[in-house]
């Protein structure tokens, strides 16, 4: 395989709250490869979208504190003065967010929003910007762009909102494309088409993905590799057909047991898990899941935080009793 | 089907648009519901499902006239809310529930837990004392998995699906046989969800309720449900049965529906055959003429964007409002 | 740790530190408030106490030792009749205070509901409502105060309904504000679903959710209140002689102020601190009762 665009090292992020310090996110690294996409899964509180927010340095320093490395192209992102970083948003690393109302400016027109960044990191004459604004809006299919370029957010319906944000996404060709919850907000006819556009620039660019989503059912059908993160850290990573046909850790096992089938059979009872999610206050020591785990034990689980084995290359788990022992 | 505990016909809830000016002038309605027609029988769930804006939350308050209906009839146990006075009403919401889909938005944040569990017992003055009505609080919460000992504390103290589970022990309280749950479980993690599932499921099966179960996901819908109400525009655009919905989708609205549900299976997800929709939904202040999902519909024939197609029965317990179903024109449409 | 599924009895995390408690945590933290607040703490017990504290009585007239300056016997010197300007000061907080707290009594007694049917019904009856209550606000407060003691006479008991007139558009405004967006809460739906009347989702649920803003706005009027008592006492229209005011004293000390300036400056000075006292508390409660302050992680609870 080439080089990794991105690599992650040991990334930290806590914050410093009234109750103490949250460990929101405890030491992930990972490798995103040109052209493919990775999913990051989580619930709420997991830590995944703070996990991109960080490397894209958008959260405020302090509250939050970030340790580790963000390596793009080779460079720490997170040793880069803020302004080498305003030249690789949206030029290197772009990022769609779940409500694509409040992350546009209501103020100003489409054609205005998609032009600014274009100006700024292409240094394109207001003319050609409004010319390549017109083609953007086309490619992420918006009808009759020449007409709503010159129109407001809130003349456009939630999923041509997101296409708009698409399109800012990829105006300068960034070479990653963060996407933190982009169809949630939507609904499911709307996902589909959301989904499928992403899937269908992605191949005509060849940039690489990173989707964050709380939804198994979206990442079986997009991601090449998917994380499962819980409680700031990885439980397990994988290919998505590895991931679904044999889940090795126990809350991977429990989510996809949880979710309702659509078909004709319908089980007996939903699997649950019980319990909450750990306190990022509070951290228990060992394994974040140990607390809600059936298979737990007091000797091991509750005390050693269990990691990547690395000689398991392909599906990598984090966790002392995998259920499954797959080469 | 069993004995209908709820019959809906030709419902409309029709919000009013007012212009601008001094006196402003009534200029139009947003049609919300638009004519929705159904039975739900005792002790039967009734999924209803649809997109945002389909007008399926406004069908479940309108039906516990929690929304005043514009025209249309809700008979409830023989007996028609429109014709229920004030206090008549206060009394019936006794045998009526609503689940909400915000945990956090639908607890007042000023109430104790058992302030607000017991609530509902001092509205209808169902127990007689304080010690009583303490007791019952605490088989409510019980009885929804949560420890008796939580009475005195506050909804913020909570986490989502706590708090669901605390609004489900209000809804209880009054020992009602009719609940409708709005989004009960939208706003809940993945992990959280099927154990409020399995709670709603548990106590159907103990207490004997008829549920109305609104939500958007159609995965959990199919799970809950044991019939299903699809919803397009105001409309309910077709009926059945679970299976036959899931199997058998007769409306190309539910087909593309059903196709658009990602399923959480890499190997069924990438291969099979999905439909995708054209467009957005149109607005309900200005619906298409003839049937309103026709110009986003794959399969819309000469008729469509003239003839507005009424629900028919076209297979047993199974009802779909499409003029491809309609045996009159579905020679001309070669289907 | 397992947890038999079937019954999930969910762990519930340690108990947070309460609202109440975390209200006056931050009022506490703020020293403009918690100064204002053992101010105005002195000041009630004085008024309280006046009597037994006042060196002298407010009419003991001592024509010899008029216009004095302070010195160990009279500590805020006298008046041009000889009276102690302590003593009358001392007394006076008593009126300052009374026609304060009775005006803006009477201002939230009306205004409040007034606030919440218009809030809760709206329709008609909130535009006849505030229409009235816009037609009160039209008018600049002091001169409105003044129109309507022209009507009922001077006199403190008529200064209190003016002042207390001028203030109910006020809260009238603010409650039925804060209705308006309470009654939008899922909650109250939840309410009216179980079968509750009307009056019980008014005082039960809507009222207690809606008090923040008015004790602030409670605070801060009293101050304006007993300036507005000031000020109508200046005029001559409030408290009348020989009982004294603040408002009344500084009105009588201007024509001394070249001899005497101590005649005006001290009521001056207790009007000052007064006012600003009552607005350190206010501000100090707007920022402890405002959530808008607090992060959104932090009043989400544990969900991060």
């Given at each position: 395989m ?44 997991s ?18 504190a ?7 192209h080779?460079r ?16 290197d ?16 027109t489409?054609?205005?929003q ?9 240094g ?9 604004a017109?083609?953007?809006l ?15 957010p ?48 992605q ?5 690489a ?5 709380h ?9 090449d590799?998917?994380i ?34 659509p ?10 898990i019980p ?6 206050v ?13 298979h ?5 689980c ?21 259920l499954?022992?797959?080469? | ?9 030709d419902?409309?809830?029709y919000?009013?648009?007012?212009g ?13 519901v638009?004519g ?6 005792r002790?039967?769930?009734?999924g ?10 406004t ?11 514009t ?34 938005a ?8 058992g ?16 010690a ?11 009885l ?33 046989d ?19 599932m ?25 799970h ?19 299976v036959?919905l899931?199997?058998t ?12 549900v990602p399923?959480p299976?890499p ?11 054209e ?6 202040l200005?619906?298409?003429?003839g049937?309103s ?15 507005d ?7 047993r ?19 | ?9 969910e762990?519930?995390?340690?108990k ?23 101010v ?14 006042a060196?002298?009585?407010i ?28 003593s009358r000061?001392?007394?006076a ?5 009374q ?24 329709g008609k009856t909130?535009?006849?409502?505030m ?20 009507v009922l ?11 207390g007139?001028?203030?109910t ?8 504000g ?27 649920h809507?009222?207690p ?9 409670t ?8 300036l507005s008592e ?19 004293m ?8 070249q001899q ?14 007064t ?7 206010g ?18 609870g544990?969900?991060?």
């Amino acid at each position: 395989m080439s080089d990794p665009i991105l690599s992650v090292r040991d990334l930290r992020v806590r914050f410093g709250t009234k109750r103490g310090v949250a460990e929101v996110v405890n030491g992930i690294s990972y490798d995103l490869h040109a052209g493919e996409t990775l999913s990051i899964v989580g619930e709420s509180g997991s830590g995944k979208s703070v996990s991109v927010l960080a490397l894209m340095r958008l959260l405020a320093e302090p509250p939050a504190a970030i340790a580790g490395s963000v390596l793009l192209h080779g460079r720490d992102l997170l040793k880069a003065s803020h302004r080498d970083m305003r030249s690789v948003r949206g030029k290197d690393l772009a990022m769609i967010f779940q409500d694509p109302m409040t992350s546009l400016n209501p103020v100003r027109t489409v054609g205005y929003q998609l032009s600014e960044s274009m100006s700024l990191h292409l240094g394109l004459t207001a003319d050609s910007a409004r010319r390549r604004a017109i083609e953007l809006l086309d490619m992420v299919g918006i009808p009759s762009p020449d007409v709503r370029i010159d129109e407001y957010p809130h003349q456009l319906s939630g999923g041509m909102r997101q296409r708009v944000m698409i399109a800012m996404g990829l105006s300068c060709d960034p070479d990653v494309l963060i996407a933190d919850e982009p169809t949630t907000a939507l609904d499911v006819t709307t996902q589909a088409q959301i989904t499928d556009l992403v899937a269908e620039l992605q191949q005509r660019i060849g940039m690489a993905v990173i989707w964050i989503t709380h939804d198994l059912g979206v990442v079986a059908g997009i991601a090449d590799r998917v994380i499962v993160m819980y409680g700031g850290r990885f439980m397990e990573e994988a290919g998505v057909n590895d991931l679904y046909a044999a889940p090795n850790h126990p809350y991977t096992d429990g989510l996809l047991g949880s979710l309702p089938m659509p078909g004709a059979d319908r089980p007996e009872k939903l699997v649950t898990i019980p319990g909450l999610p750990p306190d990022p206050v509070a951290m228990p020591p060992g394994c974040p899941f140990a607390p809600r785990c059936v298979h737990s034990d007091a000797s091991r689980c509750h005390i050693e935080v269990p990691v990547f084995e690395p000689d398991r290359a392909r599906h990598l788990v984090a966790c002392h009793y995998p259920l499954q022992v797959t080469a | 089907m069993s004995e209908p505990l709820l019959e809906v016909s030709d419902l409309q809830v029709y919000f009013p648009v007012y212009g601008k000016g001094l006196v402003p002038r009534h200029i139009n309605d947003v049609k919300a519901v638009d004519g929705v027609t159904f039975q739900v029988g005792r002790g039967e769930t009734l999924g209803l499902v649809g997109e945002s804006g389909c007008g399926k939350t406004t069908t479940g308050l309108a039906v516990l006239r929690l929304i005043e209906p514009t025209g249309g009839s809700v008979v409830f146990d023989g007996v028609d809310l429109s014709t229920l006075d004030k206090r008549d009403l206060r009394l019936l919401r006794k045998r009526m529930a609503l689940i909400f889909q915000d945990p956090y938005a639908s607890l007042d944040p000023r109430m104790s837990i058992g302030a607000i569990v017991g609530e509902p017992l001092e509205i209808h003055r169902l127990t007689q004392t304080r010690a009583d009505r303490d007791d019952r609080v605490g088989e409510l919460l019980e009885l929804v998995g949560l420890s008796p000992d939580y009475r005195n504390r506050y909804p913020h103290e909570f986490s989502g699906g706590q708090r669901q589970r605390v609004g489900i022990a209000r809804a209880l309280a009054t020992e009602p046989d009719f609940i409708v749950c709005d989004e009960p479980i939208a706003a809940l993690d993945v992990s959280i969800q099927a154990g409020i599932m399995n709670l709603l499921e548990d106590l159907q099966d103990e207490l004997g309720l008829t549920y109305i179960f609104i939500a958007h996901d159609l995965s959990a819908v199919q799970h809950f449900s044991d019939r299903i109400a699809v919803m397009y525009l105001g409309r309910v655009v077709e009926v059945a049965d679970r299976v036959a919905l899931y199997e058998t989708p007769q409306h190309p609205y539910t087909a593309a529906l059903l196709s658009a549900v990602p399923v959480p299976n890499p190997a069924v997800q990438r291969t099979r055959q999905r439909i995708i929709l054209e467009g957005d939904v149109p607005s309900p202040l200005n619906p298409p003429s003839g049937c309103s999902f026709h110009q986003r519909c794959p399969k819309a024939f000469e008729p469509c964007p003239h003839v507005d197609p009424a629900l028919r029965t076209t297979k047993r317990d199974h009802d779909v409002a499409c003029h491809l179903h309609d045996p009159a024109l579905s020679g001309a449409a070669g289907a | 740790m397992t947890v038999a599924p079937s019954t999930p009895m969910e762990r519930l995390p340690e108990k947070p530190v309460s609202r109440s408690r975390e209200i006056w945590q931050t009022l506490i933290a703020n020293r403009l408030a918690v100064a204002g607040l053992v101010v105005l703490a002195l000041l009630v017990l004085m008024a309280v106490l006046a009597e037994v504290i006042a060196p002298f009585g407010i009419n003991d007239i001592d024509i010899p030792n008029r216009l004095t300056g302070p010195s160990m016997s009279h500590w805020f010197g006298t008046d041009d009749l000889g009276r102690d300007v302590l003593s009358r000061v001392i007394i006076a907080s008593r009126v300052s205070l009374q026609v304060g707290f009775i005006a803006v009594g009477f201002a939230l007694a009306f205004g409040v509901p007034i606030g919440l049917v218009a809030g809760y019904y709206r329709g008609k009856t909130d535009s006849i409502l505030m229409r009235l209550m816009d037609i009160l606000f039209s008018f600049p407060a002091i001169l409105l105060a003044i129109a309507i003691l022209a009507v009922l006479g001077p006199g403190i008991r008529n200064a209190m309904v003016a002042i207390g007139l001028v203030y109910t558009p006020i809260f009238a405004r603010i409650t039925r504000g804060s209705v308006i967006v309470v009654s939008e809460e899922v909650y109250i739906r939840a309410a009216r679903s179980l079968g509750a009347r009307d009056g019980r989702i008014i005082f039960r649920h809507i009222l207690p959710n809606v008090l923040a803003p008015i004790i602030v706005q409670t605070t801060l009027s009293l101050a304006f209140a007993i300036l507005s008592e000031a000020a109508l006492s200046f005029l001559g229209l409030g408290v009348q002689p020989p009982n004294p005011a603040w408002g009344r004293m500084l009105a009588e000390g201007r024509n001394f102020f070249q001899q005497a300036p101590w005649m005006g400056i001290f009521p001056g000075v207790a009007i000052l601190v007064t006012v600003m006292s009552f607005n350190f508390v206010g501000d100090g409660l707007r920022d402890a009762l405002d959530p808008k302050q607090k992060s959104v992680i932090e009043s989400r609870g544990q969900s991060v």
